[in-house]
C-alpha cells in the first residue's frame, strides 16, 4: 500500500493561484509554530499582515477551506479499509465577548452564555496500519438560540433531518458519497451518535457502524437490551489500565471489566415525530464492557457498543473494543487544536468568520502534526497503552 499523498492541498480548490500560495504558506507556519496566533506564527509584519488579508478576505469562502481539508482524502483511500472517527467540539470565545463584531459567525456554545462556535469532524485512518488519511467531513455551525425550555419542546417536535444530531448522519452520508473508491468504511461515533435512524440509514455492504449506547433500548421481543446482555454468555474477562484525566476527574487504575455480546433486534423509538417510515426493527450486535470492583468506584466502565459488524466470538468482541478505542485520535486532535496546541479558543481575532477560517487552517495544521507524531513516535502513550484487552 502506498504512503499517504499530502494531506491537505488547496490547489484547485481556492480561485486564485495566489491564495493558494498563501494558504499553504499559513499551514507551514501553524506547523511550525504550533500556535494559532497571526503574531506567533509569523517572522514579519509583511507576513501577518498577508495572514489578516487572507482571513478577512471574502474570495476566501469557508467552504472552499473544507473542500480543501475532505476532497484530498478522496486520493487518500483508495484501495484500503478505512476509519471514520466523528466528534463535536465547541470553541469558546467567550473572551472577546465585548469586542467581537455581531453577526459574525459566533453564537452560544457551552451554556446561555458562552461565546463561541460548534465544529463536528471526521478524521480518516487506514484500518490496518493507523496511518491519518485527512478528513472525509467537517462541519461548522453557532447556535442563534438557546435550546432549553420552550426550544427544547420545538426541538423534539423537528424531524431528524431538522435536528442539530442530524450531523451524524450527514457526515456518515457523505462520507460515503466522498470515499467511493475505500474497499470498507468503519464509521465510529461515541454516544451522541446513537441514533436509530442511523442504523437504518447509513449501513450497506461495505459500510459498517461502531457507536457506543446510551441509553437503554426495548428490543423487538419485548425484552429490553440490558436483559438481553445479562442473559448472555461471558465471553472474556480484561483488565484495562485507565489514564489519569483530572478534565473528567478520572483517576489512574487497573479496571477489570467482563465482556459479553448478543444479537439484538432494536425496535423503533414510539412517538408522535417518529419516522414511520423507518424498519420497525433493526438486527445488531451489542458489545457489553462492564467494570466488576469490590470498591465503590466513581463512573465505572460501562460500554455498551451497538455495531452493524457480526460478533461471534471473544476475538470479534474484543475487536470491536479495539476500534471503538481508536476514538482516541480524534480526542487528541481536538486536544492539539485547544489548550494543548495551536490554542484556538485564545485567539484575538474580532470577527468571527475569520475566527472559522483560522480554525480550518488549524485543522489542516494539526492533522499534519498528529502524523508527523505517530511517524517518528513522538506521541507517549497509543491508543493501545491507553486500554488493553489483556485477558486475565
Wanted: glycine share 4%.
Amino acid at each position: 500500500m502506498e504512503t499517504p499523498k499530502q494531506l491537505i492541498n488547496f490547489e484547485g480548490e481556492l480561485r486564485d493561484k495566489r491564495l493558494v500560495t498563501r494558504a499553504d504558506k499559513l499551514v507551514s507556519s501553524l506547523v511550525i509554530s504550533r500556535t494559532s496566533s497571526v503574531h506567533g506564527s509569523t517572522n514579519s509584519e509583511a507576513t501577518q499582515k498577508g495572514f489578516y488579508r487572507f482571513l478577512e478576505n471574502e474570495n476566501v469562502s469557508e467552504q472552499e477551506l473544507i473542500s480543501a481539508l475532505t476532497n484530498r482524502c478522496l486520493k487518500n483511500v483508495q484501495g484500503r479499509d478505512v476509519i471514520i472517527l466523528q466528534d463535536t467540539t465547541s470553541n469558546g470565545i467567550n473572551h472577546l465577548k465585548g469586542s467581537i463584531e455581531e453577526n459574525s459567525g459566533l453564537g452560544l456554545v457551552g451554556n446561555k452564555t458562552g461565546l463561541g462556535f460548534l465544529s463536528h469532524v471526521s478524521v480518516v485512518l487506514d484500518a490496518n496500519t493507523e496511518d491519518m488519511l485527512g478528513y472525509s467531513d467537517v462541519q461548522l455551525w453557532h447556535r442563534k438560540e438557546d435550546k432549553s425550555n420552550n426550544a427544547t419542546r420545538i426541538y423534539k417536535q423537528q424531524s431528524i433531518q431538522e435536528k442539530e444530531s442530524y450531523k451524524w448522519i450527514k457526515a456518515s452520508e457523505n462520507a460515503k458519497a466522498l470515499l467511493s473508491e475505500a474497499s470498507s468504511i468503519t464509521i465510529i461515533e461515541d454516544r451522541e451518535g446513537d441514533i436509530y435512524d442511523q442504523f437504518c440509514i447509513v449501513p450497506d455492504e461495505r459500510t459498517h457502524l461502531i457507536i457506543r449506547s446510551r441509553s437503554e433500548r426495548n428490543l423487538a421481543n419485548g425484552s429490553t437490551m440490558d436483559a438481553a446482555i445479562k442473559e448472555s454468555k461471558l465471553l472474556s474477562n480484561a483488565s484495562i489500565p485507565i489514564i489519569k484525566d483530572l478534565r473528567k476527574q478520572k483517576i489512574a487504575r487497573i479496571a477489570q471489566v467482563e465482556i459479553k455480546a448478543c444479537k439484538v433486534s432494536l425496535k423503533r423509538p414510539q412517538g408522535k415525530y417518529i419516522n414511520k417510515e423507518l424498519p420497525e426493527h433493526k438486527e445488531l450486535f451489542v458489545v457489553n464492557v462492564q467494570e466488576k470492583s469490590d470498591v465503590k468506584i466513581k463512573d465505572p466502565i460501562h460500554w455498551r457498543i451497538l455495531t452493524t459488524i457480526e460478533v461471534l466470538t471473544v476475538e470479534d468482541a474484543e475487536k470491536i473494543i479495539e476500534r471503538y478505542k481508536q476514538r482516541w485520535y480524534i480526542e487528541q486532535l481536538f486536544r492539539l487544536t485547544k489548550k494543548q496546541g495551536f490554542k484556538i479558543e485564545q485567539t484575538q481575532l474580532e470577527n468571527g468568520w475569520a475566527i472559522r477560517k483560522l480554525y480550518l487552517l488549524v485543522l489542516a495544521a494539526a492533522i499534519k502534526v498528529m502524523q508527523l507524531y505517530l511517524a517518528y513516535g513522538v506521541e507517549k502513550v497509543s491508543p493501545s497503552q491507553m486500554y488493553s484487552t489483556k485477558k486475565k
